[in-house]
């Protein structure tokens, strides 16, 4: 299988030829002086190449940290690209750094990837960009997302090879241990101020969103998967987006000194 780098897809975006308009060619004047029957034929055999995704697309998934029983990753999705899957035992966390107006993004179905019950069950994920979401775990279920475009008058353009980038914060203590964190953070000095934050963010969202008012710190996945759904997860209030997004922005900063 060939694989579609990412770098090609930022080359092609920077040349005008690779660019169409609404007229389905390129917008610079160094095309008027191609004639017409070969414009059209070049641009039919590169909306065909798309459609047929006989250029096949990878997406990339890269570390970024590891700490405090959480880990932080990368993912660039670009356009129509295989997704990644993965299996859901824990909580965790999506942030949307970079997505495209034309987007649209899908998560998998049930079934084979790829097979026809499987892009039938696929479901759309309402993600905007610069905002978090919580995904809780499905029990060890596969999980995965691509994108792909919300119309075809889309194909070729530069937003079309802009690929979408997330980044995925796992958690893989349990609720009840990150609750006994959260509650007796002043005393667990050891515990970096960045991991501390996004214990708080997801104890305070499970405690907000999915528990009764009891105090306790377990709650059955029932009552968690009834309000949302693995693949879109439930959207983080704003100061927690934030948050997110400075620690996200913290973490990159250090992995590249």
């Not at 095309?31 to 017409?36: F, L, N, V």
């Not at 937003?159 to 958690?171: G, N, R, T």
């Not at 704003?238 to 590249?256: F, G, P, T, W, Y």
């Amino acid at each position: 299988i060939r694989k579609f780098s990412t770098n090609h897809d930022d080359f092609m975006a920077s040349m005008d030829f690779a660019s169409l308009n609404t007229d389905g060619w390129c917008n610079t004047t160094k095309c008027d002086a191609i004639p017409s029957d070969i414009r059209n034929a070049i641009s039919r055999h590169k909306r065909q190449k798309v459609v047929t995704r006989s250029l096949l697309r990878t997406q990339d998934r890269s570390l970024v940290e590891r700490g405090e029983c959480i880990s932080v990753w990368r993912w660039t999705m670009p356009m129509n690209a295989e997704p990644l899957i993965e299996f859901s035992n824990n909580h965790s966390i999506i942030f949307v750094a970079q997505l495209s107006k034309s987007a649209k993004i899908l998560s998998i179905g049930k079934g084979v990837i790829g097979s026809c019950d499987e892009t039938n069950r696929r479901r759309e994920a309402n993600w905007k960009k610069g905002k978090a979401y919580f995904i809780p775990s499905n029990g060890g279920k596969a999980l995965g997302w691509l994108q792909t475009i919300n119309s075809e008058e889309d194909l070729g353009s530069k937003s079309y090879y802009q690929p979408m980038v997330i980044y995925k914060i796992k958690f893989t203590l349990s609720e009840k241990k990150i609750h006994d964190i959260v509650s007796e953070v002043e005393t667990k000095t050891t515990i970096k101020r960045w991991a501390r934050i996004l214990f708080g963010i997801i104890d305070q969202t499970i405690r907000s969103n999915f528990h009764e008012d009891t105090g306790e710190a377990k709650i059955g996945k029932k009552q968690l998967n009834s309000k949302c759904t693995c693949s879109s997860g439930l959207e983080l209030l704003e100061d927690d987006s934030r948050a997110v997004a400075s620690i996200i922005s913290q973490l990159e900063c250090s992995s590249k000194k």
